[in-house]
């Protein structure tokens, strides 16, 4: 059976304009000046450049949203008021640079145009014995699968069905497999490997060959690092030197001889390829700088990708042109009508752009300012071990800003200091209670675990359960599991694979 019933539902909705914010507040400043180009050309209301005199921008403190109505009395009267308004306030921009802002500063950095580390590869073909663009196109193939640290992880059937799929060429795996070996061959060594043993073993070789470029002793130790390779990598990988100078019948110097050669190897070859502009390099951008002013801490916004924004002063003359028209009763058709709704719903497009720039810029400069005073120490000093614990409520609840906001804020963000640039999620941990009963930051911790890591010795080193016993001594309660948790985080690896000759 049907039946109406009234209730009542309390729903919070975010405006347009606040999801706007929320997106400008995860955007970094490396980022921020693309976002305010698309705007730009997106809405012909906003503008850039310098504040200009006073007829060519206006000030917009009205949050009225409009709608275009019927040809009413309503609208004609909502119409006249907007412009009134529009006309009648202070002129205003906002600039996102600072006062102090020197344009000198900002100069174009130029862009070497380089080969890409697979051109490169590709432009060592012509040194290929090949018998027609049939093998060629397999080389090209075999090139274009290699991935961007060098190795070939396809496998060489995948390989034959793209050729037979893509380019209507039938070949079969031994044929793949003596292509790959002549380009193995390729400068970088090591390229086309397919896993780490046979990455090194192909250096090694390309090392052997060139005989006259090594002494007696050195082309021993080269032989030796082969084999090693070849015949014993597992023992290798898992750092088992007894049994290796068991198997290889040498002494413990002339085992850590052969070893460095192959340390000396690069396990990644296309890093070794200085053109190598594959990947776009990404310059880190501080979103904060904080100087330390004889002893006082100075925080500031870095704007310099953020251009000054204003509305547009044509616009204005637009709305001052149809205004005039109203006054002077000349006709005014349906056309112009349209549009100055058009020009209304712009210009307010463009104002809550500004604004919410304006408040993007607010509440990072009072985030961070939150982070500064809460570890004012550590940026006082660089010291690590001063960091003290600190997580999103804390800031958020100094701020008066939701946690959900304090995250995006300091989501991707960079604070340049005199000790370094750090991410600003670098400075948020949890607390651990030493005997004492003190909350200490687990970055200390971590901090003294690494010290205390980096001065074993590294012929025996330390067991988790013995870094835990040393870090109780020195006054931290923690498990030896934690031990183990933070010194994964830290990627430093267990005793076994830490150990040197």
Excluded at 92 to 106: A, C, D, L, M
Excluded at 184 to 199: H, K, N, S, V, Y
Excluded at 360 to 386: C, E, P, V
Aim: contains cysteine.
């Amino acid at each position: 059976m049907l039946r109406q019933t009234l209730s009542q539902k309390m729903l919070q909705k975010l405006s347009p304009q606040q999801i706007q914010l929320m997106k400008l507040l995860q955007v970094p400043t490396a980022v921020l000046e693309q976002r305010i180009k698309e705007e730009l050309e997106a809405n012909p209301a906003l503008d850039e450049g310098n504040s200009l005199d006073d007829s060519g921008e206006f000030d917009l403190n009205n949050d009225e949203t409009y709608e275009e109505k019927d040809k009413t009395q309503d609208e004609q009267y909502e119409l006249d008021e907007y412009l009134t308004e529009y006309m009648q306030d202070d002129p205003s921009s906002y600039k996102v640079r600072g006062e102090s802002y020197n344009s000198e500063e900002e100069k174009t950095i130029p862009i070497a145009v380089q080969d890409t580390f697979h051109e490169f590869l590709e432009g060592q073909l012509g040194l290929l014995e090949l018998e027609d663009e049939r093998e060629e196109a397999i080389a090209h193939q075999i090139i274009g699968s290699i991935d961007d640290d060098g190795y070939l992880r396809r496998e060489p059937l995948a390989i034959i069905d793209d050729l037979m799929f893509s380019q209507n060429i039938f070949t079969n795996e031994q044929e793949v497999k003596a292509i790959l070996k002549l380009i193995q061959r390729f400068d970088p060594p090591g390229i086309g490997a397919r896993d780490l043993q046979e990455c090194l073993r192909i250096q090694l070789e390309i090392k052997l060959e060139q005989e006259e470029l090594h002494d007696d002793e050195q082309l021993k130790m080269l032989e030796l690092a082969l084999t090693i390779i070849k015949k014993h990598f597992d023992e290798f990988t898992k750092k088992h030197y007894e049994k290796l100078k068991q198997k290889l019948e040498v002494s413990e110097s002339t085992l850590k001889a052969a070893i460095d050669e192959i340390v000396k190897l690069n396990p990644k070859p296309a890093s070794g390829y200085s053109g190598n502009n594959s990947r776009t390099t990404q310059y880190v951008v501080p979103d904060f700088i904080i100087s330390n002013r004889e002893g006082e801490l100075e925080l500031t916004l870095n704007s310099k990708n953020a251009p000054d924004l204003r509305v547009n002063g044509q616009y204005q003359d637009m709305l001052k042109a149809y205004k005039h028209k109203r006054k002077t009763k000349q006709v005014n058709t349906k056309s112009d009508k349209e549009a100055v709704m058009f020009i209304k719903q712009k210009i307010d497009s463009a104002k809550w752009f500004i604004d919410a720039i304006r408040q993007r810029q607010q509440t990072l400069f009072n985030t961070m300012y939150a982070i500064m005073q809460y570890q004012y120490d550590y940026f006082l000093t660089g010291d690590q071990k001063k960091l003290r614990p600190m997580i999103l409520k804390d800031i958020a609840d100094i701020t008066g800003l939701d946690i959900s906001t304090i995250s995006r804020v300091v989501n991707s963000k960079f604070v340049q200091t005199e000790f370094g640039t750090k991410l600003l999620k670098e400075f948020f941990s949890e607390s651990l209670s030493t005997n004492e009963g003190e909350e200490v930051s687990t970055l200390e911790v971590k901090k003294v675990l690494g010290e205390i890591i980096e001065a074993e010795n590294k012929r025996k080193p330390l067991s988790d359960a013995k870094l835990c016993k040393m870090l109780q001594d020195k006054g931290y309660d923690i498990a030896r599991r934690t031990v183990a948790k933070y010194r994964e985080q830290l990627n430093i690896p267990v005793a076994r694979l830490r150990k040197e000759l």
